[in-house]
């Protein structure tokens, strides 16, 4: 059986917030989860006795940060069996291709990016691709339909379909607990509408509309303790380290709230230009 995560004792608190690579100690979420990840990048480890799931990996020159971090749980690398996403851009997961190897753990993927993970490669349907520098490619990857709800144990990880930053944006919500008190966790996807230069939120088959719905549906999304790929987003790591409070059951609503209109605001730039 694989062994449960145990709080590691060196902390090492973070320079910048906004470094993807700066290591940092892991934290716990709340009952099985871990943050794994970098001072400026989630990366979540769901742990169960059957085996344990990895959401993101943060990029490549952390990979074996966030390794260290995991072993310091004393959690052994092969009890990793699936690793998922949130979005297939290479701060939140150019390290996956790396962390797959050390794991042997296979990649669940939406299906409308399974090419994206294969290659490496970006392609035109990203509203930043002409910024983007690509990752390691992936091999084991397997795509499920949207909305899936993936089983490990008696834990049920259900997707959340949040296209508009990326084409294969991704959140992710589970039901944790310490003792009888159980909390709904949601890992949201960036509601950022980001892009190049050429890119246009407002032409047609753009991911505009399909932003704006991911909004609403993590607006609906129940939800106690949000989770962000970027931790400043939502204030992460002040929150697992008791400066502020981890738990809002409004926070994934004003997350969504504050991401449709960011993009009413983009929406109405191109307009103008
Ligand atoms: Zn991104």
Not at 150 to 158: E, R
Not at 167 to 180: D, I, P, R
């Amino acid at each position: 059986m694989p062994s449960a995560p145990t709080p590691a004792s060196p902390q090492t608190a973070c320079k910048s917030l906004d470094d993807w690579n700066e290591p940092t100690h892991p934290r716990r979420i709340y009952g099985n989860t871990w943050y794994v990840g970098t001072c400026g990048i989630s990366v979540v480890l769901i742990a169960t006795p059957q085996g344990h799931v990895l959401i993101d990996s943060a990029p490549e020159k952390a990979a074996a940060a966030v390794r260290q971090n995991i072993l310091s749980l004393g959690v052994r690398l092969s009890d990793i069996k699936t690793i998922l996403l949130t979005h297939e851009h290479h701060d939140h997961m150019g390290g996956v291709a790396s962390m797959q190897k050390a794991t042997g753990a296979k990649v669940l993927s939406r299906s409308n990016v399974v090419d994206v993970l294969k290659t490496g490669k970006n392609d035109r349907r990203d509203p930043q691709f002409n910024e983007l520098t690509g990752f390691n490619p992936i091999t084991n990857v397997h795509g499920f339909e949207d909305s899936s709800t993936i089983k490990m144990g008696n834990t049920q990880i259900q997707h959340i379909p949040m296209s508009g930053h990326a084409l294969g944006g991704s959140g992710w919500a589970w039901l944790e607990c310490e003792k009888s008190i159980c909390k709904n966790l949601v890992f949201a996807d960036s509601l950022g509408s980001i892009s190049d230069d050429t890119y246009r939120y407002s032409a047609p088959n753009s991911l505009g509309v399909a932003l704006k719905e991911s909004s609403e549906r993590l607006a609906k999304a129940t939800c106690d303790i949000l989770i962000t790929g970027h931790g400043t987003a939502s204030d992460l790591l002040a929150r697992l380290d008791g400066k502020k409070p981890l738990i809002d059951e409004k926070a994934c609503a004003n997350y969504a709230q504050a991401g449709a209109l960011r993009l009413e605001t983009r929406l109405q730039q191109e307009k103008n230009k």
